[in-house]
């Protein structure tokens, strides 16, 4: 009887033993993080934080002890402190801004297997626009006196020493030609021996008011029986007369308006209206002249475009002494009345 009784307290014994064991197990903290090891290497443990220290019994709940304290105070701080977030500097640093041209390309490129491009040069600058113009008139100047001399001495070569003596000693010319001083203007009617023959004068429009005096010497100084008016195709001064004007100088814009012709007329009709004024104020400058059947005056037109379809270049008459009927100024020409006035009936 006795044997079974001690097997069962022996028995409930090993239960209450094994039960404390679990529950002391239960309430050990857990340990987040594994301690150095360091005895693997012979060196002794750290000491472990009070708080994770395993308690040697259970305490009833209160006030912590006095020896608790300095633990708790010691785990407390070894807690680490929330700090603010960090202001993360740029871990690459900006370069500076490239100092070469980049419209350029860069020296450095070149094609797969071509040679290093070279390094950019600046250009240059080109000279001023006054240094280039002044070059350009210098180089026009040097060309034209060339031309010049150049017809000059054909001149010499076609004419014998005793002709041009003879034009060294004259100053009895036997016509009086105002013409216009564009381009144009005279060509064709200076050369040859009728150069010897004329008294010329030019001015813009080929006028009698712009030139008066130079007029008047040679039709009564130098006594010329013919004072002749010559316009030309495409006439620079007629172009400007019949259009606005107003932004030439002063001296141009008084000799225009003495070109008295309709605004907006083409070029070819205002030569032939301007001459045929040129004319008829020269007649009534010149009447004594005139009415004593001693002065000619006449109106040509270089006709270079054709207009007056007598032949390209050709130089056509196209007023004698007021008359303007082409018909009649070929009757005229045919004839050789150049000093007929129909104004006077005769």
């Given at each position: 009887m006795m044997l079974p009784l001690l097997l069962s307290l022996q028995a409930a014994w090993a239960d209450d033993a094994s039960g404390n064991q679990v529950q002391q197990v239960i309430k050990l903290p857990l340990k987040l993080n594994k301690p150095p090891q360091a005895a693997e290497h012979g060196a002794a443990p750290a000491a472990k934080p009070a708080a994770e220290a395993k308690p040697a019994e259970a305490k009833p709940e209160g006030k912590p002890t006095e020896a608790a304290k300095p633990a708790a105070e010691a785990a407390k701080?070894?807690?680490?402190?929330?700090?603010?977030?960090?202001?993360?500097?740029?871990?690459?640093?900006?370069?500076?801004?490239?100092?070469?041209?980049?419209?350029?390309?860069?020296?450095?490129?070149?094609?797969?297997?071509?040679?290093?491009?070279?390094?950019?040069?600046?250009?240059?600058?080109?000279?001023?626009?006054?240094?280039?113009?002044?070059?350009?008139?210098?180089?026009q100047v040097k060309g034209v006196v060339g031309s010049i001399l150049k017809a000059n001495s054909a001149y010499i070569a076609k004419h014998s020493p005793g002709y041009l003596a003879k034009l060294g000693g004259?100053?009895?010319?036997?016509?009086?030609?105002?013409?216009?001083?564009?381009?144009?203007?005279?060509?064709?009617?200076?050369?040859?021996?009728?150069?010897?023959?004329?008294?010329?004068?030019?001015?813009?429009?080929?006028?009698?008011?712009?030139?008066?005096?130079?007029?008047?010497?040679?039709?009564?100084?130098?006594?010329?029986?013919?004072?002749?008016?010559?316009?030309?195709?495409?006439?620079?001064?007629?172009?400007?007369?019949?259009?606005?004007?107003?932004?030439?100088?002063?001296?141009?814009?008084?000799?225009?308006?003495?070109?008295?012709?309709?605004?907006?007329?083409?070029?070819?009709?205002?030569?032939?209206?301007?001459?045929?004024?040129?004319?008829?104020?020269?007649?009534?400058?010149?009447?004594?002249?005139?009415?004593?059947?001693?002065?000619?005056?006449?109106?040509?037109?270089?006709d270079f475009n054709n207009d007056l379809k007598q032949g390209r270049g050709k130089l056509v008459i196209t007023n004698i002494n007021g008359e303007t009927d082409p018909a009649r100024i070929r009757e005229l020409t045919r004839s050789g009345r150049y000093f007929h006035y129909a104004f006077m009936g005769r």
């Amino acid at each position: 009887m006795m044997l079974p009784l001690l097997l069962s307290l022996q028995a409930a014994w090993a239960d209450d033993a094994s039960g404390n064991q679990v529950q002391q197990v239960i309430k050990l903290p857990l340990k987040l993080n594994k301690p150095p090891q360091a005895a693997e290497h012979g060196a002794a443990p750290a000491a472990k934080p009070a708080a994770e220290a395993k308690p040697a019994e259970a305490k009833p709940e209160g006030k912590p002890t006095e020896a608790a304290k300095p633990a708790a105070e010691a785990a407390k701080k070894a807690e680490p402190a929330k700090a603010a977030p960090e202001k993360m500097e740029p871990g690459v640093p900006m370069a500076k801004p490239p100092t070469r041209d980049l419209s350029q390309p860069s020296p450095e490129v070149r094609a797969p297997g071509g040679k290093p491009r070279a390094a950019h040069r600046v250009k240059p600058r080109r000279p001023a626009k006054h240094v280039e113009k002044a070059a350009g008139e210098a180089g026009q100047v040097k060309g034209v006196v060339g031309s010049i001399l150049k017809a000059n001495s054909a001149y010499i070569a076609k004419h014998s020493p005793g002709y041009l003596a003879k034009l060294g000693g004259r100053a009895a010319p036997r016509a009086t030609v105002v013409a216009c001083s564009s381009p144009g203007g005279n060509v064709g009617m200076l050369g040859g021996e009728a150069d010897a023959d004329l008294f010329v004068i030019s001015n813009l429009g080929n006028q009698l008011a712009s030139s008066e005096g130079s007029i008047e010497y040679g039709v009564r100084d130098l006594r010329t029986p013919l004072l002749m008016f010559v316009s030309h195709t495409g006439c620079g001064a007629i172009k400007a007369a019949a259009g606005d004007y107003s932004n030439l100088g002063p001296a141009v814009q008084k000799e225009l308006d003495n070109i008295e012709i309709p605004k907006g007329i083409d070029a070819t009709n205002g030569a032939l209206i301007n001459i045929n004024n040129q004319v008829e104020g020269s007649i009534l400058k010149f009447s004594g002249e005139v009415e004593a059947g001693r002065l000619a005056v006449l109106g040509g037109y270089y006709d270079f475009n054709n207009d007056l379809k007598q032949g390209r270049g050709k130089l056509v008459i196209t007023n004698i002494n007021g008359e303007t009927d082409p018909a009649r100024i070929r009757e005229l020409t045919r004839s050789g009345r150049y000093f007929h006035y129909a104004f006077m009936g005769r």
